[in-house]
């Protein structure tokens, strides 16, 4: 398994996201995004950065169509998305992805209940 520094340098060349995990039950991990993926594209928008990422999630209600960078090859999936109950918690998501590209929450835990 590659190492955090190692996927993020990475990530950094191919100007991409680092998928430094996905939530088990998912509809990302059921889709077979994992760790060690770099996110290239959100439906059809390039990922440079968290915002690039959050921007391109807008595109679409049904889910994302993601171009994906995995040990040295792009392949393209579809990550279709449930509905979500209650309150939609796209703004801790969006703090857990910038604070895990910064490095700066390896301890904290996470939310309670997040959307797939």
């Not at 340098?9 to 939530?23: N, T």
């Amino acid at each position: 398994m590659i190492r955090r520094q190692q996927l993020e340098a990475l990530a950094e060349a191919v100007q991409g996201i680092p998928v430094l995990g996905c939530l088990p039950g998912s509809t990302a991990s059921e889709a077979g995004v994992r760790y060690g993926d770099i996110v290239l594209e959100v439906n059809g928008l390039r990922t440079i950065s968290i915002d690039d990422y959050l921007e391109g999630r807008k595109l679409r209600s049904d889910g994302m169509a993601l171009r994906l960078f995995r040990d040295g090859q792009e392949f393209s999936l579809f990550v279709a998305l449930r509905p979500v109950e209650g309150e939609a918690r796209w703004d801790v998501l969006a703090q857990m992805l910038a604070e895990a590209r910064l490095g700066t929450s390896d301890s904290a835990a996470p939310p309670k209940a997040l959307p797939s």
